[in-house]
Every structure is written in C-alpha cells, then in structure tokens.
C-alpha cells in the first residue's frame, strides 16, 4: 500500500486536521467528538443542516460546509458510519433555533446512527427532519444497503436545501425541497480500480487488467456487471441508458448534468465522459440548463467516474445558482 | 493501460470539446488550430494574459480561462508543446489593444514556440511580452528544460497576473507583477507512482512497490532522488526543506502555501499533507496567509503531491483576492 499518510489509525484525524487549518476562515473543527461545522455556528433563525457518512468520500461532506450549503459534516472512520455521538453534537452545534435537516446517503449504518441522534437531539427539543439520498439506479440492495444507495445525488440535495436555508425557509420547506431534489435525481458509477482502505491496507475486491466494473458503489460494493474495457463512449452509453430511463427523463426536460471523478481519474478524462452524455441528452431533447464536473464524492484513489442527472424546476435553478462559499463549491461569494 | 478513452489519438480534442460544452458560459473553444478562449475575448482596454503547453495537466491551463485569470490557454498533445501557430491564433484572438503576455512554463518546446509566436504577433503589431516560469527547485536542468522547470508556481502567476490585468494595468504592470510572483515562488514535488501517456500506452518509468520518487517534475522527468516510501510526515519535510531554504523564506515572512495533487491522490492525503507543510512553516515562524489545496497541475493519474510556497506583499495579497471566474478556480463572482 502506498499512500501519503502516517499511521492509518490516524489518517481521519489528521486529514481533518489539515482540512481545519487550510480552511480556518470556513469551518471550526471539533475533535472530541469529531465533527466539523461552519466557523459561525449556530447561524441563528436558519435551519442547521448536517451530514455525514465515512470518511474516504473528500471533497463530500467536509467539503460543503459554509455559507449557502451545509453547517456541519461528521466524518467517520474510512468507508465506516459515524457513531451517534458525533452526529448528535454537530446537530447541537448547528441548532440556531429552527430545526436541523440531516442529509443521510442510504448506508444502512448511516441511517441507523442518524436516527439514533435526532432521537437524542429531540429529547434535548431540538427538532430534527432527515432527508435519506438513494439516487444510484445500479442496484436495489447492496452489501451496506436496504434499497438504493445514496451517491452523487447527495451533493446536489445538499447544495439546494443549502441554498433553500440560507433564504430564511423553514424546517418543513428546507426539507421538501431536499426531498424533491431526491426524487428528481438519478446516477450509476463504474470503476477501473480498486481502492485501498488505509486500516485494511489490501484492495477489497480486484478487477483484472482489462476488466471494469459497471455500476460500482462508492466503497467498492459490487455493481451491476464486469465487463472488458470499452471505449469512454460506450462506457458512458452503459451508465447514461439506464439512468434515462428510471425517472425517466424525457424530451423537453431541463436537466443538471454532473460527471463526477471516483478521486483517481484525471480531468481529462472527466471532459471526455461529459462529452458523450452531452451528446446522448442532446439526441434526446434533453436540455442540459446547468452541469459540474470533477471529483466531489470520492472513493480514495479508485479510477473511474459516474453520472448523475437531476430534473431541475426554476426554484431548483435559482437555489442552485445562489452563492455558496465552501472548500469545494464557491461561486457568488 | 486503462483509461475511460476512445481512441488515444482523440484524447485532447475530446477532452477539450467536453470542457467547452460543460463551460460554455465561460469559454469558447476553437479547433482549428485549438485553442479555448474566454468566451467575451477579446476585452477591449485589457491585457490579454495567454498561457499553454501540454496536456495532461488539467485543470491547467483552459480551467483557468475566465474573468479575472487568463483570456486563452493553448493545449498541445499530451506532455507535448503547442506549435506556434494556436499561440498565435490564442495571442491574436485575445488581444484587446492593450499588449499580450504569454506565460510560459520553463521547458525548451515550451519557450521557443511562445517566442515564434510572439515574433509572428509582433510582426503582426501585437505588443507581446513573455514571463517564464521557473519555480521547480529540485534540479537545474533536466529531460525538457535547461534551467528550472515550471510548476505549480504557474497557476500562483496566473491568478495574480490574472487581476493585474483584470484591474486595468498595463502591459508592464502586467508583466511585472507576473515576474514578481515567480521570483518569490518556489516547489518541489513527489510521486508513488508513474502515469501513462495515452498514445504511448506505456507507463515512462516505473517504481518498486516501496519505492518513491522525490523532487519528480510534471511528466514524470527524474528527480532528486528514489527512495522506500515513508510516513507522509518525513515526505512533507524532504520536500519543504529545500523550498524554504532556497529563497530563503524567514521567520515574519506571510506566505501562501499550495499543496497541489499530481492527479491520482485523493484529497484525504493532501490535506495530510497540508498539515504538516503548516506545522513546519509554524515552527519557523512563516505565517500562512493563504492557502490551496487540491489538484490544479496534475500529471493524468499519477499518484503524488508538490509544495508550493510563495512569499506574500499586500499587492499580491489583494490581487490573489479578487474576483476570479474560472472552471476550476472562482470566488467573488
């Protein structure tokens, strides 16, 4: 295993660490328990919105803490749900009065450890709505999940409910906006490599040299099917086709395209991915209106990439064009 | 090899027609010869600020193409200078009464095809100037270059010289502050691993399983030294000692510390990485004024990291602030 870390037992701790001192003007990092949330904490009359999930998914969640999108993120160990405990205080942390949303990807780990906190948050009267993301069309259940897995579709909820917060909306209002983004959004990933989690220190699965896998989850979890190596464009045409047709997406619908990195595939590649989807949404009558491209919820150094395409509304637009000001998105600020 | 590619002679112009269909507000992208543009060139009344090189460094240059940053940038094949003739086609394209100034990193393609351009330009009537980059302290000479190689110091010149520009300055004003930054800018980079140039098809060198390359340049070029792997800790000070003591940068000194990843490094290990860079530079009594972290000149897949250090005056500082609109760098708009 090579990987630019110290002890593995620490590589969350340190990282976080790292990520609090290149971004002190943002966040505060907390570390007993660990949680990270905006340096203004609690914004009063807003609704606090907190995620989280293991660690090894970076830029996700860490990463959209500040104005316009989250208030706090708990990592956990990597690939691992946070414990209660942590959640709990970051939702205290973040509470300014007005309830807290959790955005919960569909781990059932992450679910039970989030209900488990507004649980305990509610008995301290704090009012607490959770939102679960299960957008990956890949597979229905899967090794850490009942049902499907929240991906990609979490960093679009977590921008626009973001955004929908720092207007001033309440709980219940933050909360539907982040369900309909749910609803709205589909994605399928695929990989050309394994990843190696730190503390493990081997691959958990492989992939011959000319193999890929088809619809891989975001720890490595099997996917659909493992094939030979294809063109990007084919590739492309295997994930693109089957999140098309589940919502489905029509002719005339106005579309948010986002190609996002696994963490090891350059941006070259990324460009060369969105080419293609951008060309099948065109045959279709699709209209791209808004897109992202890059590495923003991850799996360590695993090469590979996936699509996510959300319906979008005019409120949708306007919240997702609201200024945000975090480590990995900024615009507008 | 395994990459998400069509056909490996298509890889920039593909890459490059992705980037112009998902950053259409931003850029437009020319083909014959290629070049990206703002999508707004030229400004009239403005420096036009042009840089390039090879691919496979993405985001540099085109996704610093933007208001604020650069008006053109010029892609060549992968790790392969553009010929004069995009250069002059960008240079032309971009010019917008007030001068030119090409930045151009310190490899030997790189440096005479700016300059034929440059001469074809001024035959043209275009007032050109060139700042080199130079900012690599690894080695003095090496595969591409006789003298220092140009690294992540370049993307520091960009921004900087970027507002200059953008805030009305003149040409020489332009240049000037350009030129200032690259004096006081130095880097030293590492990998663990080589990457593979897509019509190659080969990896350029390899690395044992436990073995490193310290002081390696942007195409996988030779550097100080191989060594076994080590703790992030000890990899952080074999490449921050040389930095700090080339300028030399002093106790009292405000710096902006960038640690840039090679590609195929998740951010969890830069920000490992960025906190022992911070811990170092707080022991000397460096003060960090400003920071970035994540992949802005990359080397496709390759696994690894670099430092960049550049020491700070309120002018940089505010010109470092102000607003930028770029695909992979935006704040203020």
């Given at each position: 295993m090579k990987k630019i870390i110290n002890d593995p037992k620490h590589v969350v701790d340190e990282s976080v660490a790292g990520f609090g001192l290149a971004h002190a003007d943002l966040v505060r990092v907390e570390t007993d328990p660990i949680h990270v949330v905006r340096a203004d904490a609690p914004v009063a009359g807003k609704v606090g919105l907190v995620s989280g999930g293991g660690s090894g998914h970076e830029p996700l969640h860490a990463g959209?803490?500040?104005?316009?999108?989250?208030?706090?993120?708990v990592p956990g160990a990597v690939f691992t749900s946070p414990t209660p405990d942590p959640i709990l205080a970051a939702t205290k942390a973040v509470d300014g009065g007005k309830g807290v949303l959790h955005i919960v990807k569909n781990y059932t780990g992450d679910v039970l450890n989030f209900e488990t906190a507004a649980d305990l948050a509610a008995a301290d009267g704090i009012e607490v709505r959770a939102v679960v993301t299960n957008d990956d069309v890949a597979v229905k259940d899967s090794l850490y999940t009942a049902g499907r897995r929240g991906v990609g579709g979490t960093v679009l909820v977590e921008k626009i409910a973001g955004a929908s917060a720092d207007r001033g909306d309440s709980l219940e209002q933050v909360a539907e906006i982040a369900e309909r983004v749910n609803a709205n959004v589909r994605s399928m990933g695929m990989a050309l490599t394994p990843c190696i989690v730190p503390h493990a220190g081997e691959p958990s699965f492989t992939l011959a040299e000319d193999e890929?896998?088809?619809g891989i989850g975001i720890h490595g979890e099997p996917g659909r099917e493992r094939i030979k190596l294809e063109p990007a464009d084919a590739i492309v045409d295997r994930l693109i086709a089957p999140i098309i047709e589940d919502l489905p997406y029509a002719s005339g619908d106005r579309v948010l395209l986002f190609v996002n990195g696994m963490g090891g595939t350059p941006q070259i590649e990324l460009y060369i991915a969105y080419r293609r989807a951008a060309e099948v949404l065109a045959e279709k009558g699709i209209s791209i209106e808004r897109s992202l491209v890059g590495n923003y919820i991850t799996s360590l150094e695993m090469q590979g990439f996936s699509i996510t395409i959300l319906k979008l509304d005019d409120e949708m637009i306007g919240l997702w064009d609201?200024?945000?000001?975090?480590?990995a998105l900024r615009w507008g600020r």
């Open positions: 959209f803490v500040g104005p316009g999108m989250l208030d706090a993120a890929v896998e088809i609201a200024p945000v000001h975090t480590a």
